[in-house]
């Protein structure tokens, strides 16, 4: 059967398996309220993304790439569970960010477009200031949706702002 092409009208890519967890080392908290932002300067290769597969019982999903990237991470937890429902990857080479599902321990990573929007670093803060509500209503977490809504998040975003600043120049090697 040909491809119709619809493929390329999907938001992301589906992966049966959770995201590679932090590195606490390189992991620093900002407590928001509902949510809890942790920002990571952290590296990304073939060996990591297999390695995490491999531990998560998923032999299957490894594969040989040359990925070999790094930057700054974004991650979005809520307060009250410390599950990570949003991740973004500020990456060097190929930035992208991540829909998290706990309950089907499964993720979308969706790759950043930078021709049409510019930094990566600077579209992260957009979206933590207009739309993560929205993001979380898209996941199906509609209370922590309108909890985020109405918090005053904004001096914390202006607090992982400046460390993203400082932690950009730090990614491990």
């Not at 009208?9 to 390189?26: A, H, K, N, Q, T």
């Not at 199906?140 to 120049?169: F, K, W, Y």
């Amino acid at each position: 059967m040909k491809p119709s092409g619809i493929e390329a009208y999907s938001l992301g890519r589906s992966y049966d398996v959770m995201p590679i967890p932090m590195d606490p080392e390189f992991c620093i908290e900002v407590p928001s309220g509902p949510l809890t932002f942790v920002v990571e300067s952290r590296r990304l290769t073939d060996h990591d993304i297999n390695t995490n597969a491999v531990d998560r019982g998923r032999p299957d999903a490894t594969f040989d790439t040359g990925i070999d990237d790094g930057g700054v991470c974004i991650h979005v937890q809520s307060t009250s569970d410390s599950l990570e429902h949003l991740r973004f990857d500020c990456f060097d080479n190929e930035p992208h960010y991540h829909y998290i599902d706990n309950s089907a321990q499964a993720n979308v990573v969706v790759r950043f477009d930078q021709f049409a929007e510019g930094d990566p670093l600077s579209w992260t803060l957009g979206r933590l200031r207009n739309r993560l509500p929205h993001m979380l209503d898209h996941l199906g977490l509609t209370e922590l949706a309108d909890q985020v809504r109405a918090a005053d998040l904004e001096p914390s975003i202006a607090e992982v702002e400046r460390l993203l600043l400082a932690v950009g120049a730090s990614t491990p090697a």
